[in-house]
Every structure is written in structure tokens, then in C-alpha cells.
């Protein structure tokens, strides 16, 4: 089977394409690399099983959006499987910082510090046999969201792969172990969708297969109880920003059927901030694009972005 490549121009991460991209140096243990000349080992814990953690981050008008919460969830994440990244905090963010400055980065920028435990001495499981420091990667890359994307809002599909508890796999950790994920993913682009809703394993409404989601119903703002979605730092800010503003949050279980009654729908993420949603399970939103109370939502998080 093979997936279209046109899957990028509708995925809640799409994004305008910018040949400047082509020529970005990419960080890697302390040196800066060419693109195409960026390698790690095949012995390297994150390549041999997913071993490590990640942060994206969004730079505009010379500022990294939520820098800080970035980074603490990042030595949160370190610290859940006994990883030390060998860098401090403010280390790690002069690193993130550098990677856009050593590009010319300053608005429209979007930086990926992807941290593995290192480079093992036999390709296995076992996090004793890792030879050395940590791996780390900082890639940064133009990237501003593809507004007619975003205008025409996502489609999205409920997968049968369900969102886990933390006993079974965190969500809450950004961990570069994906596949369950992308499972969903592909279940949704198969039947037609740009992104993949998921349950837990109650079977309420949890996240979706990359971002958090959201819906409107009767002028308040719905979402799931957290207890297995990704701990989203635009999420929270949402969250944060509507209960400022005297909006109802309502933050909690909820089925698909009460999804299916929404008056609006819109999905979260460092990227794309808000990006609404059109169609849910073949059902269109009555809004397609961004309703009344998303479209308020977003004048706030653009006003907080750029403070």
C-alpha cells in the first residue's frame, strides 16, 4: 500500500513550502551540518527503537512561543525514562536559539530538538549498553502554516486505535516512539481524512493522532478530561485564555455522539495554533471553518503570540 504524497497539503501540520529549507544548517552534538550531510548512527537509541525525546518549537518576531514550558517538558520527559540529555536548561535553549540564529531565523521558524540516549554498542532494548552521551538534534526550518489549508479546515476520521493509559504508553511524554499514532493516521488517510480522532480507552473522546482537539457546543468550549491526551502546551494555553475571557470550559468525558452535535470543531498544536475542523466521520461541522467562538479563541492566542 502506498499513501498519496498530497497527504502533506491537507495534514494538520501542512505547511508553505520555502526553498530556503534546502540550505538550513542542522545542529548535531555541538556542530552545525549541511541538510543533506546530517547523519547519526544506526547504532543510535533512537533509531534502533525509539529511544528519546522530543520538543517542537514555534519562533515568531524574534520570540520561541512558551519557551520555557518547552523546555521543562522536555527534562520532565528526560527524567521519566532516566535519560540524562548532558545539556542544562538554559543550555538546551541556547541551543534552539543558536540553530535559528546560525540559519537567520527570526520569524516564520519552527525548531525540532530531537534528544536520543546515544549511540549503543549492540542494536537492542537494554539502555545499559549505550556507549556514550546523548544524541542531540536541532532542526530548524521556515515554516509559516498554509493559510488556504487552514481556511478549509481538517477532515476528520475516529480510529480504532485508542489513545493509552499512562501505564501502557504516556502520552503526556513526547517520546519518538510514534507507530501507534501513525496507525491511526493511516487509518484516517485511508478513508479519506486529513488527521485521526482518538478514544481512550473508556472510549470517550481523547486527542487526535497529533494534536488536541476541541469542540463548541451552545457557546462553550469542550474538551477531554487530559488524563490521556498529550500534555499540549497550546492546549493549555487555549484552555488558560478561554477561562480569562469568561468562556465556559467544560473540560471532562464526552462521546462521539455529543462530538457529532457540535456547533464547532477545531484541533491544537505548536504549528498551527488553532486549525479548524470541517468534517468529523464523514458528518460536516455546521461551521466547515473557523465559527464565531474559534474564530474569538484565535484573535486571543494571536494577541498572546505576539505579546
Given amino acids: 500500500m502506498q499513501l498519496s504524497p498530497q ?15 534546502e540550505t538550513v544548517l542542522v545542529y548535531i552534538n555541538g556542530e552545525y551540518v549541511p541538510r543533506q550531510e546530517a547523519r547519526i548512527s544506526v ?33 520532565e520527559g528526560a527524567n521519566s525514562i532516566a535519560m540524562d540529555i548532558g545539556l542544562s536548561r538554559e543550555e538546551v535553549k541556547n541551543v534552539i536559539t543558536k540553530t535559528f540564529e546560525t540559519n537567520g531565523m527570526v520569524d516564520g521558524a519552527h525548531a525540532r530538538l530531537m534528544v536520543t540516549r546515544g549511540v549503543k554498542k549492540t542494536p537492542n532494548q537494554d539502555p ?42 504516556d502520552l503526556r511524554l513526547n517520546s519518538h516512539s510514534r507507530l501507534n499514532f501513525i496507525q491511526a493516521l493511516i487509518q484516517a488517510i485511508n478513508a479519506g481524512a486529513d488527521e485521526a480522532i482518538m478514544l ?52 471532562g468525558d464526552y462521546t462521539l455522539a455529543e462530538t457529532y452535535a457540535a456547533q464547532e470543531a477545531f484541533v491544537t498544536g505548536t504549528l498551527g495554533g488553532i486549525t479548524p475542523v470541517s468534517m468529523i466521520d464523514g458528518r460536516r461541522v455546521p461551521t466547515e471553518g473557523m465559527g464565531s467562538l474559534t474564530s474569538r479563541l484565535n484573535d486571543l492566542y494571536q494577541q498572546y503570540i505576539i505579546a
Fill in 43 to 75: 547504532f543510535d537509541a533512537g533509531y534502533v527503537c525509539g529511544d528519546g525525546v522530543w520538543e517542537g518549537v514555534r519562533l515568531v518576531n524574534g520570540k520561541v512561543i512558551s519557551f520555557d514550558l518547552h523546555v521543562n517538558r522536555l527534562f
Fill in 128 to 169: 545499559r549498553f549505550i556507549i556514550g552521551k546523548a544524541t542531540v538534534v536541532c532542526v530548524a526550518e521556515h515554516k509559516v502554516v498554509d493559510a488556504s489549508a487552514k481556511k478549509k479546515g481538517l477532515s476528520l476520521y475516529t480510529s480504532t486505535i485508542r489513545c493509552s493509559a499512562p501505564d501502557v504508553f
Fill in 7 to 21: 497527504a502533506s497539503t491537507t495534514s494538520s501540520q501542512a505547511y508553505r513550502a520555502d526553498d530556503r529549507n
Fill in 200 to 251: 481512550d480507552p473508556h472510549g470517550f473522546v481523547s486527542s487526535c493522532n497529533s494534536t488536541n482537539f476541541f469542540v463548541v457546543r451552545d457557546g462553550a468550549l469542550w474538551t477531554s478530561s487530559g488524563r490521556y491526551c498529550f500534555n499540549g502546551i497550546t492546549r493549555a494555553t487555549i484552555l488558560r485564555l478561554a477561562r480569562e475571557a469568561g468562556i465556559p470550559v467544560h473540560e
